[in-house]
C-alpha cells in the first residue's frame, strides 16, 4: 500500500462516526466529508472540494470563528454553531475539533454532533454522574486495576475493614479475604467471572487489616477501557455481618440437636450431599440404642438426658474427628473413613467404658448398620434406606452387632429406590397398562367376568411384576394414585362392552388405606358417573387383611354401605390365607369369595380336597358366590365345579390379556 493510499484509509477511517464529519483544509475547502445529515451526497462533497467553507456550511458563521478553527493547534470544542444544510436550512450543532496531518500538510478534522443529540448525551452522561455518586455514597467500594492491584477506595470501606488509603492502594485483590481454602476458592471464581467480562454477584466473607472477619454482600462488575490494558473492576459491597450472624444463629437452632450438640438429620444430608458431589469415599455408619425404652423404664432415676449425653460422650471420643449427628431419641450416625473392623470395635469399647446408674452399669445393646459410598449406596436417601434395613436385620438376629448388608442386599434397595422414581414418572405419564383375566361361569360355560389387573413394562428397569410393584406403592403411598388409574381404566372399559351389547363384570383390588381415605365411596361414583359405567358391572376385591382392619373402622363399613346400595359388590380375595375370622364376614357387605390358588394348585392332596370342598360349601351356606382363581388344568376345573364352585379364574380358561383379546373371547 502507498503512503497516499495509507492516509486515505486513516481519513475514511476517521469519518466512520454516528455524526456528520469532515477534515477542513487550511485554504477552507472540505477535503472529506461524511455529510448526508445536512442533505449532500458523495457527489455533492466533490463539488465541495471547490467551494469555500464560508459559501457552504459555514454561511451563518463569523468569518473570525472560522479562521479561528482552521489555524487552531488544539482541539476545540464550539457549542451552538448554525451549519447551513444544502437546501439552506440552518441547523445548531456543537462542534469538536482536532488538528491532523493529511497527505503531509496540516488539517483540521471537525465532528458535528446536533444540540439536540449533546443534550440527550450530557443527560445521559449527568444520570451516570449521579449513580456514580450514589453507589459511592452508600455502598462500600473498591476499584481495581486490570491485574487486581487496588487503585481506589471510598471511605465507607475504609472505616469497615479498618485500612487507610496509604497502606490499601497497591494491594492485590486476594489480599482483601482470609487465607482459606474456601475463600481461595471463591476469590478464585470472583476473579475468573469478571475477568471473562461477566458480573459475579454474591455473600463473601472477607478480612479487616487487623484480622477481623466480615460479610459483604459483593457485586462486581467489569469496566472496559478503550484497550484490555486500560480494563478496571469495580467491587460495590454491602456489610451484611449481623445479617449472617442472625442467620448462623438460627442455623444453630435449625440444624443443631441442642441436647448433645451433634448436628441433626436435616443438616446431615446437606454434609452428605456436598461430600457426594465432592465424590469423597466414606461410611456411613447407623447407630440405634436396643430396647431405649426399657432401659428407661428400668433405671427410672436416670433421665433421658443423661443416658444419651453419657452414649454421644462415648461416641465423640471414639469417634474423633468425624462427623455425628442425632437422627431421632436413641438413633445415631456417624460419617467416618475408618474401617469396618475400627467401627465395630466401638461396642467393645462400649463395654469397657459402661454408663453407670449409681453404681450399677447400664447394659447397652446396639445394633449398627455400615453403608458405604460409593461402593455400596450413593444418595443420601439410599444411605439411610440402606441402614434401616440393615438395623431391622440386626435386631431380628438378637441385635448388639454392627454389620454391613451384602451385595445382593444393596442391590435390592437400589432397585427399590429406582422402582418407586420410575413409578412416579410412569404414573405422571401414565405408562402403566391394564390385563384383563376372565372368570369362567361354569353353569352357563361363558365369560362374566374379569379382574383388572396392572401391568408395567419400563423403558429403564423393565417388567416390574405386580408382586414386586403393590407393596412398594403401598409403603411410597402411590398405591392410591395406581387406584384411581385401574378405577378409571376398569369403568371405562366396562362401559366400552356394555356399549357392544356385552354385560361384563370388571373387578379391581382395593387396598384398606384407599378406603381411609373419607372421599373413597364419592370418588368411586363419580367416576361411574363420568364414565357412563353402571355400578353393577363394577367390582371391588379386598384382601382378608383388608376385611380384618376394615372391621374395626366404622367409617370404613360405611363407604362399603354406600357402594353397596348403589349396586357394586365386594369380593373377598385370597380366601383361606390370611387373618380368618367369620365376624368380618358377616359385618361386612361381602358377596363373593375368591380361593386362593394356593388350595387350587394343591388339589391333588385329599386334605386339600376337604378343605377347599368345606370353605365352598361354608360360602355357600352364606349365600355367597364362590370363585376359585389359579386353575391350570382340566381336573382342577372339574373337580371344583363337583364341589359346587360358581365360577373359575386362571391360566387354562386364559392368561390375563388386552381388552381386544377379552372381546374376542366373549
Request: hydrophobic content about 40%.
Amino acid at each position: 500500500m502507498t503512503k497516499e493510499q495509507l492516509y486515505s484509509t486513516e481519513m475514511d477511517t476517521l469519518l466512520v462516526t454516528p455524526f456528520p464529519s469532515f477534515i477542513l483544509l487550511p485554504n477552507g475547502t472540505i477535503a472529506k466529508g461524511n455529510l448526508e445529515h445536512f442533505d449532500y451526497s458523495t457527489e455533492d462533497i466533490e463539488r465541495l472540494k471547490e467551494i469555500s467553507i464560508e459559501d457552504t456550511l459555514f454561511a451563518a458563521v463569523d468569518n473570525a470563528m472560522i479562521e479561528s478553527i482552521v489555524s487552531s493547534t488544539v482541539p476545540l470544542r464550539l457549542q451552538e454553531i448554525a451549519i447551513t444544510t444544502k437546501h439552506q436550512a440552518i441547523t445548531s450543532v456543537t462542534l469538536y475539533t482536532k488538528p491532523i496531518t493529511m497527505n503531509e500538510q496540516e488539517a483540521t478534522y471537525v465532528l458535528c454532533v446536533p444540540t439536540d443529540e449533546m443534550r440527550s448525551i450530557d443527560a445521559e452522561q449527568q444520570h451516570l454522574s449521579d449513580l456514580k455518586n450514589g453507589i459511592h455514597q452508600s455502598f462500600m467500594t473498591v476499584t481495581l486495576d486490570q491485574d487486581g492491584f487496588i487503585i481506589q477506595t471510598n471511605q465507607a470501606f475504609l472505616k469497615t475493614s479498618h485500612w487507610t488509603p496509604k497502606r490499601v492502594i497497591g494491594k492485590t485483590f486476594w489480599q482483601l479475604f482470609p487465607s482459606t481454602e474456601a475463600s481461595e476458592k471463591v476469590t478464585q471464581d470472583i476473579w475468573k467471572t469478571v475477568h471473562g467480562g461477566q458480573i459475579w454477584q454474591g455473600d463473601v466473607q472477607k478480612i479487616t487489616k487487623d484480622e477481623q472477619l466480615y460479610w459483604v454482600h459483593l457485586t462486581a462488575i467489569p469496566l472496559f477501557g478503550p484497550t484490555p490494558e486500560q480494563n478496571q473492576y469495580l467491587l460495590i459491597e454491602r456489610d451484611i455481618t449481623k445479617d449472617k450472624s442472625i442467620q448462623f444463629q438460627l442455623e444453630k437452632i435449625a440444624y443443631i440437636d441442642p441436647e448433645t450438640g451433634m448436628i441433626n438429620v436435616h443438616r446431615l444430608a446437606q454434609i452428605i450431599t456436598a461430600m457426594i458431589e465432592e465424590k469423597r469415599h466414606f461410611s456411613f455408619v447407623y447407630l440405634s440404642i436396643d430396647k431405649f425404652y426399657t432401659i428407661k423404664d428400668l433405671h427410672h432415676d436416670l433421665d433421658d438426658s443423661s443416658l444419651v449425653v453419657e452414649f454421644t460422650k462415648r461416641m465423640k471420643m471414639y469417634f474423633q474427628d468425624s462427623t455425628m449427628a442425632r437422627i431421632n431419641e436413641n438413633e445415631f450416625v456417624v460419617i467416618t473413613p475408618l474401617p469396618e473392623w475400627f467401627t465395630q470395635g466401638f461396642l467393645t469399647y462400649l463395654q469397657q467404658n459402661p454408663i453407670y446408674n449409681g453404681n450399677v452399669a447400664v447394659p447397652l445393646s446396639i445394633s449398627g448398620g455400615m453403608t458405604r459410598y460409593p461402593e455400596d449406596q450413593t444418595t443420601f436417601s439410599q444411605l439411610m434406606k440402606a441402614s434401616l434395613a440393615t438395623i431391622a436385620t440386626v435386631r431380628e438376629a438378637g441385635g448388639d452387632r454392627i454389620v454391613s448388608l451384602s451385595k445382593s442386599s444393596h442391590a435390592a434397595i437400589n432397585r427399590k429406590s429406582i422402582v418407586e422414581r420410575r413409578l412416579l414418572q410412569a404414573l405422571d405419564q401414565k405408562n402403566l397398562h391394564v390385563l384383563y383375566q376372565p372368570q369362567l361361569d361354569i353353569q352357563s360355560g361363558t365369560v362374566t367376568a374379569v379382574e383388572a389387573l396392572v401391568r408395567w413394562d419400563d423403558e429403564e428397569i423393565g417388567v416390574v411384576s405386580p408382586d414386586e410393584l403393590i407393596p412398594i406403592a403401598e409403603e411410597t403411598g402411590l398405591i392410591n394414585n395406581i387406584g384411581s388409574f385401574m378405577l378409571e381404566r376398569a369403568c371405562e372399559q366396562a362401559a366400552a362392552w356394555k356399549k357392544a351389547g356385552h354385560n361384563i363384570k370388571v373387578s379391581i383390588n382395593s387396598s384398606v388405606r384407599e378406603f381411609r381415605d373419607k372421599n373413597m365411596a364419592k370418588s368411586i361414583l363419580d367416576t361411574l358417573e363420568r364414565t357412563g359405567c353402571p355400578a353393577n358391572l363394577l367390582q371391588i376385591e379386598i384382601t382378608e387383611k383388608f376385611a380384618l382392619e376394615a372391621e374395626a373402622e366404622n367409617s370404613i363399613i360405611k363407604q362399603m354401605r354406600t357402594l353397596e346400595n348403589e349396586g357394586i359388590l365386594f369380593a373377598l380375595d385370597d380366601f383361606g390365607t390370611g387373618y380368618g375370622s367369620f365376624r368380618y364376614m358377616q359385618l361386612l357387605p361381602i358377596s363373593i369369595v375368591k380361593i386362593d390358588q394356593t388350595f387350587t394348585s394343591a388339589l391333588k392332596s385329599e386334605k386339600t380336597q376337604l378343605l377347599v370342598n368345606g370353605m365352598v360349601q361354608l360360602g355357600k351356606s352364606m349365600n355367597l358366590r364362590v370363585v376359585a382363581e389359579g386353575v391350570e388344568t382340566e381336573e382342577q376345573q372339574q373337580l371344583l365345579t363337583s364341589f359346587g364352585c360358581d365360577a373359575v379364574q386362571g391360566f387354562y380358561i386364559s392368561k390375563p390379556v388386552t381388552s381386544s383379546e377379552i372381546s374376542n373371547l366373549i
